[in-house]
């Protein structure tokens, strides 16, 4: 498969968290790295970030990229050491994850690759964790949740979005990823949000799994929406919003590689 044909199925890739596409990336602009002219290279990495705007590592990522375009071996190295304290940080957040994580019932919404691996090893390691799982839609990343935690041997049920909100008061936490943490607040799948609220109004604490890798110093804009499948195959209107924002005042905080802390987004960028 040529380059450019590999670069367009990840800027359509809508089913992958960003972890999973910026290690899929970060291979390829290692391997075309000296194929191609930096100015072609920094133009694919801006692509790439512009396909999926909501997603902080391929900000980095295209950052690192431009740096390094003109010095191939040096952006090989970069981009392996990037990789690397990717893998790092998420084995560590997972970790103290899997230790913060309550014994009882959690709400999680859409699939997260950390949540996942921190909800298998807090099971693993005995804690009695029973998971409501939203189906997430439009997409569905719920029910690939669903069904891994439930092949790991976890606790789960599969439930419909708006059946979310009922479980809520019954729950002793909500815990998600994030595709990015913004100074105004954390971007995660479409309907984080109004479920944020509904756990503030129930007291229910809102934490989110991430690493450093997540922290994004631009505000909340219009593109970082993006762009989600159709809720349906109809040829009428379809509200595709794929990603909100849920302000900082909704979450309780932020579990990354340095441990769990409320505020702990703050040190992302030193306030």
Avoid at 41 to 70: D, F, Y
Wanted: glycine share 8%.
């Amino acid at each position: 498969m040529d380059w450019q044909t590999s670069l367009q199925r990840l800027c359509d890739d809508r089913r992958s968290g960003a972890s999973t596409l910026t290690r899929k990336a970060a291979h390829l602009f290692a391997r075309i790295a000296k194929q191609v002219t930096p100015f072609d290279l920094i133009a694919a990495a801006e692509r790439l970030h512009r396909a999926h705007p909501a997603m902080a590592p391929l900000w980095h990522l295209k950052n690192l990229v431009a740096a390094s375009a003109e010095h191939p071996d040096q952006l090989g190295r970069a981009l392996r050491d990037f990789v690397a304290a990717l893998i790092a940080h998420e084995e560590a957040a997972v970790s103290h994850a899997a230790a913060w994580l309550p014994d009882g019932t959690v709400l999680t919404h859409s699939f997260s690759s950390l949540v996942f691996r921190a909800l298998v090893h807090a099971h693993r390691s005995g804690k009695r964790i029973r998971v409501i799982c939203p189906i997430a839609l439009p997409g569905g990343e719920g029910r690939l949740l669903a069904q891994r935690v439930r092949r790991a041997g976890g606790n789960v049920l599969l439930v419909a979005d708006l059946q979310a909100f009922a479980w809520l008061p019954q729950c002793s936490a909500m815990v998600i990823g994030a595709d990015a943490l913004c100074p105004d607040g954390l971007v995660h799948k479409v309907g984080t949000r109004p479920l944020a609220h509904a756990a503030r109004q129930a007291g229910v604490p809102v934490w989110s799994i991430a690493t450093s890798e997540k922290g994004l110093p631009l505000p909340w804009h219009e593109p970082m929406r993006g762009v989600a499948p159709p809720i349906a195959p109809l040829s009428i209107p379809q509200d595709r919003t794929l990603y909100d924002l849920t302000e900082w005042a909704l979450i309780t905080g932020v579990i990354t590689e340095a441990g769990a802390g409320g505020e702990s987004h703050r040190k992302l960028w030193g306030t």
